[in-house]
Every structure is written in structure tokens, then in C-alpha cells.
T-cell receptor, first 110, second 114 residues
Framework: QKEVEQDPGPLSVPEGAIVSLNCTYS??????FMWYRQYSRKGPELLMY????GNKEDGRFTAQVDKSSKYISLFIRDSQPSDSATYLC??????????FGTGTRLTVIP | ETGVTQTPRHLVMGMTNKKSLKCEQHLGHNAMYWYKQSAKKPLELMFVYNFKEQTENNSVPSRFSPECPNSCHLFLHLHTLQPEDSALYLCASSPGTSGGETQYFGPGTRLLVL
């Protein structure tokens, strides 16, 4: 079983739609939860970082963590063509090892 | 830009060649990482260096040889690679190796082994 499971998509939505991206994980020792965004021909860049269960909002982005279900989500409101990228969830224990999902490729159509 | 640079950005090599990938960070970080990113697979951690000392080798074949001369520079020396080694090789850095430390990635080197 993989440490982190993520639907690879691809996912296509019209501009202005709400996007929901999800990951599940198996290890209850995971403590830190991140979403990275990776544009074509670029490295991943940190988008959202959460530590505890609950919601964290940053502009049009909301990260949600449910530790009891081992489930994390990223919501994008009012999606824009510039949001077209691959979104990677990454989860970390108290040590520094990051476990990544496979990434979900998102296309926002104008 | 994240402050982590990688050269070259693209590399094509034969199976008998020897080449090196270079990573440089000017963020004042003490930890540096090499990852391999292949299509439809999660990022695979290859090596971790903290204060120039290798702290993790994730069962990487010996045809990949890392070198970290100082906290700012990281190399990945390649020799007698296989076609299945073709991938995007990403370098990252972080302030340290404690839990919760954000890792900053470079743009990667796209490697093709013929």
C-alpha cells in the first residue's frame, strides 16, 4: 500500500468552477500536510501548509485536513486558467521525510 | 524563483557517458535533497544531506553518486545509466531536517538516457 494515494486525473474544469483535490494516507504518524503546485517545466512550489485537523484558507485556496479519516483536500474557488498545473499533496512525519502523492493534473478552460 | 538553481536544465546522455548535475541554493539552508520524478509516480527521495553530511541514501543504485562540498552546492554524478533512469531530477533545500521544515525545489534537470 502506498503511503499517500492521490487521483492522478487529469481534471478539466471551466473557468470560475470550484476545484476539489484530494489525498488519502495510511500512516497515523503523519503530522504535517502540504500542497505543492508544479507548473510545466518547473519544480514544485509550496502552496499550502497545515499542521492540525481543520481548514486553512489563503485567498482562493482552502486546505482541509481530517486526521480521523486520514484525508486531506485542497479547494480552489473561482478557478483561473493560471491555476492550470499539477497539484501534489505531501505529508510528513515528525522527521523530515516527505511522502508525495502522484499529483493531479488540473486544466482550467477559459 | 525559489532561490534554488539547477544546471543543466536538459541533458541527453548515452549509457556509457559520465555526466554531473549541479544544484545551488542561496537561501542559507543547511539541508539539501535529490529527488527523482517519473511520470505517474510520486517523487522519490534519493539522497539527503544535512550540514554537508549524507544522512539518507534511499537505496539508490551506485551509478548515482552524490557530492556535497558545502551547504550551498550539491552534485549528482551519473555514470553507466540505464534508459529507465530517464526522469526529472529535482534538487531541494530546507533550513534543517526537523519535521515541518518547508522544502524549496529547483526547476529540475530533465534527463534522457539513450
Amino acid at each position: 500500500q502506498k503511503e499517500v494515494e492521490q487521483d492522478p486525473g487529469p481534471l478539466s474544469v471551466p473557468e470560475g468552477a470550484i476545484v476539489s483535490l484530494n489525498c488519502t494516507y495510511s500512516n497515523s504518524a503523519f503530522q504535517y500536510f502540504m500542497w505543492y503546485r508544479q507548473y510545466s517545466r518547473k519544480g514544485p512550489e509550496l502552496l499550502m501548509y497545515t499542521y492540525s485537523s481543520g481548514n486553512k484558507e489563503d485567498g482562493r485556496f482552502t486546505a482541509q485536513v481530517d486526521k480521523s479519516s486520514k484525508y486531506i483536500s485542497l479547494f480552489i474557488r473561482d478557478s483561473q486558467p493560471s491555476d492550470s498545473a499539477t497539484y501534489l499533496c505531501a505529508i510528513q512525519t515528525g522527521a523530515n521525510n516527505l511522502f508525495f502523492g502522484t499529483g493531479t493534473r488540473l486544466t482550467v478552460i477559459p | 524563483e525559489t532561490g534554488v538553481t539547477q544546471t543543466p536544465r536538459h541533458l541527453v546522455m548515452g549509457m556509457t557517458n559520465k555526466k554531473s548535475l549541479k544544484c545551488e541554493q542561496h537561501l542559507g539552508h543547511n539541508a539539501m535533497y535529490w529527488y527523482k520524478q517519473s511520470a505517474k509516480k510520486p517523487l522519490e527521495l534519493m539522497f539527503v544531506y544535512n550540514f554537508k553530511e549524507q544522512t539518507e541514501n534511499n537505496s539508490v543504485p551506485s551509478r548515482f553518486s552524490p557530492e556535497c562540498p558545502n551547504s550551498c552546492h550539491l552534485f549528482l554524478h551519473l555514470h553507466t545509466l540505464q534508459p529507465e533512469d530517464s526522469a526529472l531530477y529535482l534538487c531541494a533545500s530546507s533550513p534543517g531536517t526537523s519535521g515541518g521544515e518547508t522544502q524549496y525545489f529547483g526547476p529540475g534537470t530533465r534527463l534522457l538516457v539513450l
